[in-house]
């Protein structure tokens, strides 16, 4: 069984920064790609930000020049280094990865709230 485990979220002021982290477990060949989602009150679910295997990065359009994604292919890990946060980036924000089992398998974690309030 394969699971994501986030880090990271809480609450912060507008024009701060924040850092999410997720770490991929269980039985685990390699990981074609994570990245992080998220999804507001009465709002759809959208990309966040994705890198690949090979470090290729994809953003949403929302978080471009704000957000860095990187990751660690040895550790299975992810980070998300927001800055510039405004109150419309409040959200509960979910690692997603593809990951080689040796099938591939989609897998969510369990989100993190992230709250940007004065």
């Known amino acids: 069984q394969v699971q994501l485990v986030e880090s990271g979220g809480g609450l912060v002021q507008p024009g701060g920064s924040l850092r999410l982290s997720c770490a991929a477990s269980?039985?685990?060949?390699?990981?074609?790609?994570m990245g992080w989602y998220r999804q507001a009150p009465g709002k759809e679910r959208e990309l966040v930000a994705t890198?690949?295997?090979?470090?290729?990065?994809n953003y949403g359009g929302s978080v471009k020049d704000r957000f860095t994604i990187s990751g660690d292919n040895a550790k299975n890990t992810v980070l998300l280094q927001t800055n510039s946060l405004k109150p419309d980036d409040t959200a509960v924000y979910y690692c997603?990865?593809?990951?080689?089992?040796?099938?591939?398998?989609?897998?969510w974690g369990q989100g993190t709230l992230v709250t940007v309030s004065s």
């Open positions: 997603h990865a593809l990951i080689i089992t040796p099938t591939l398998l989609e897998v």
């Open positions: 890198i690949t295997r090979g470090g290729r990065t």
């Open positions: 269980g039985s685990i060949s390699g990981i074609n790609r």
